[in-house]
């Protein structure tokens, strides 16, 4: 399954960053995060509920980043097992500043699925990533919006 | 917990787990095997069974959803004699026979009941009312086609001279073409 | 060989005789594997697999050990001494080197490879199915994941993801058959026209719905082994079991398959949960079931088709089919599953011929290995295949050549044989078909269809938006496998015969038992209809035992439409002994020669007297000998096995009449006609049954089933909301008619009608919807099975 999308943010190239680089902030925006721990540097442990049309379950794995070239991007990876199926993906989150004011983040990857997440999550997973995706960056907007200042 | 329902006319009382199937309740509490289980999504109507006259997936509902209700099972279609004996069949079971509406019989309970159900409804359906009617059940042996022709003998003989006449299981009636 | 129908009463053979059967289905007391609880029993779950290919790096079940009510979790160390599930056929490669036969383990223990989703890993045995479920998902498996692959053809390819690491070209045999690849390319090049299709015959899932159940129980005190299984065969699964896989003494063993809720060859096989549950019931003393959910069903239970196929077809310029050259890959999965190798091979190949006079035919398979379950037989096996690969060839042809797809055939049929007058016909593909008289099914299709007047409305159909078309397929299939020298010459581990035993009761009552297994095809009512008028006793006297490997010495089961031809041969074999055993007993009763007795209607008569002995008389003086002949034994009851002659060659006609939308590219199925010869018919009834059931299961994988594989080898539709099976209202009701031209080899002269409906109508399907396309100006070859709304749709606006 592949996974793009971009999204233009009012925020300057540095306050996304920063977010992008804070996991308190990033277990707040990610749909379906409920927990994210630090085991290790630039290494975490992820516990997540997702619903996927039919099948929903909570999954636990890692999340991992690397290549991470400051207010550029970094490439995500995560590796989620549940009773349901694994999930896998690897994810490149780029930013280019539009201006002083406006950044925008895009993001190109793919996941492969296993289990039965694969045999009965497919069918619905196109229309599961574009929600998931747009709830990210409302999640985003929401947070720069709720306390700007501790972002800079 | 427990639960307390009338299954084919009679009263039960049962402590299950909370989680348990109206099916497996059926099944495995109760040993009414007739209702069968042919998937894990809901789609092939093989545990059909009637909730208070009405057909129900009894896959899709809790045992405990179904606390007070009462649950028509294919076991309980006939009528039975005093003895607990099969006595008169329901039309619909003499039309799945009459008609070579079944193979392996897997589907069969749940055809039948959700055919009892569109014929409460629709006691004269046509044949396109019958399909739709047949739409949440597979069968994989059939065709549909004797099944369809099935339903349709049944809608024809509900009043009854021909139940009447035991010849259901004789080779008399058989041999007739 | 005597004509059996000629000298039978006919009572009950040839009349639509309800089920027998049908009463304790109506009324819900039918007895699936599932339904049986035995005292103490256990249950199991698998964990399995959940990717394609995988390497176990290591396996933590701490956790589900300490769920209260788990018994016992085995993972693959603890069976690492069992062998693994054995292949039934061999089919070596075309240079002689040994089939590639992969051990199919019954666990993939830690440190080995998974090779497709669902390969099973542990068992979790435990006190309830809701506990071992739950145990089963807190085993922890660390996995490494490696690449898969689920296409055949891509599996081919320099640099494909290898299933075992020992046969990196994913190949397991290759094979052909035929005339010689340079006299084909010859006949092709000197061809005036010559239609070439490439196409996928898509992979499909039999979903019988009844799931796989097993039920394993072993008797400590006896040394005893039971085991229920939903089987179609149950002495095959005891031998292989016994002999391959568990290593335990057949007599030691009891397989019952009750009441199974169809099999479409998917319960042929042996399966490692059978030896699994068998085993693990002796390591507990007590007996272990498993149920497959539908979900697992989609992942294990053996898949049918999956060819990939380049076919060429050559014609004079009178258009007389002059040569046949195919080029095919064939997907067997990760292993090889029971008759695998057989399938692509001498059930489809040799049936490559079809009902053409075809000079010169060339056919070239390469069978391989994927990442994904095994493939094996599925309803026609092979027939279907081959067909299909025909019959698309033989309409498309006749667009392209500006011929009708009718008289084409009509102008290259076989000439009638019978198989008496003369040896009956011997194809290029190493078959010789025992009788066919090809022109009349396809003559009466033409006129049930109104041939003339579809024609003329389809012309004005295509000034609408609703394209008319009209489908034809004429095929020939190979039925009552087999002869077992035959089959054994060509890889088969087994024979291929049926045994019965009719035992007599002291007063005239009949058990008859079968090797046969009746999961839908109504054996009880057909077997027991042949042997009440055989005997001229009612129907009510005589019962049908099948299922029960106690009961019966041995059986091969039910398969490739052979139960009638084989098994019921095999029944009057018994039955002719016991006649004959009866008219020596008869003949002392009636102090004549039993030159002087005629038996009709239950009693042998002193022929031109009224001096009469009725069969039960007989029976108990058989049982109770005190004025009998000297010398012969006393009991009425006899075992015969019947080896068959040749393979039976039913064929028939198939015409689908579609209406495509051509703004959304929606087909609907309008008429659906079927002529068969399937040779004598013992109940109509039925055998219109079986071909409705058979037709369904055609028109599905045209129109509405097949696999969708993930480049993970994942299958994403594994489910029945995922994977589309057609339902009533898909369907239109079936037009069915017959012609019977007997089988001239055995008894009965019966055919087979079991698989015969998906034989024919897959291509006659796709063929009408071709046919609708063209009446519209789109001149497209072929359209991917299965025809979803979306391919026909781009396929007319590509």
Redesign the interface.
Known sequence: MDLTGSHTLNAPVATVWAMLMDTDILARIVPGITRLEKTAENEYLAIAEIKLG?VSGAFTGTLSLSDIRQNEGYTLHVKQNS?I??A?ATVSIALNALDDAQTEISFNGNA?????L???G??VISGVATTLTKQFFANFEQELATDPATHS | MQINLTVNGKARKTDVEDRTLLVDYLRENLRLTGTHVGCDTSSCGACTVHLDGVAVKSCTLLAAQADGCSVTTIEGLAQLNTNGTIGQLHPLQEGFKECHGLQCGFCTPGMIMTAADLLKRNPSPSEHDIREALEGNICRCTGYHNIVKAIQWAADHTAAPLLADHHVWTNEVAVTV | MTNFFKKMSNKFIGQSIKRVEDKRFITGKGRYTDDIVLPGMLHAHFVRSPYAHARVVSIDMTEAQAMPGVIAIYTGDDVKDLNGVPCGWQVNFRNGETMREPKHPMLIATGDTAKHAGDPVAIVIAESKAIATDAAESVQIEWDELPAVANPAEALKPGAPKVHEQFPDNTAFDWSLGNPIEEVDAAMAAAAHVTTLEFVNQRVVPNAMEPRAYIGAYDEVSDKYTLYTSTQNPHLIRLLMCAFVLGIPEHKVRVVGPDVGGGFGSKIYHYTEEALVTWASKQLSQPVKWTSDRSEAFLLDAHGRDHVTKAEMGFDADGNVMGLRIKTVANMGAYLSTFAPAVPTYLHGTLLQGLYVTPKINIDMTCVFTHTVAVDAYRGAGRPEATYLLERLMDLAALEMGRDPAELRFQNFIPKFDGVTEPGYQTQVALQYDSGDYHPVLERGLEMLGYADFRAAQKEAAKTNKLLGVGFSTYVEACGIAPSAVVGALGARAGLYESAQVRVQPTGKVSVFTGSHSHGQGHETTFVQVVADKLGIPMEDVDLVHGDSDALAFGMGTYGSRSLAVGGSAIIKSIDKVLEKGAKIAAHKLECAEGDLEYAEGKWTVKGTDKSIGFGDVALTAYVPHVYPAGLEPGLDFSSFYDPANFTYPFGCHIAVVEVDRETGKTTLKRMIAVDDVGNVINPMIVDGQIHGGLAQGIGQAMFEGTIYDENAQLTNGTYMDYCMPRADDLPMFETDRRTTPCPHNPLGVKGAGEAGAIGSTPSVVNAVIDALWSGGHQVKDILMPMTPERVWRAMNN
């Not at chain 1, 492969?112 to 039965?116: D, I």
């Open positions: 039919p009773k199926g694994n896998d492969r699925l296993s289990g039965l694969a045999r009965t497919q069918r």
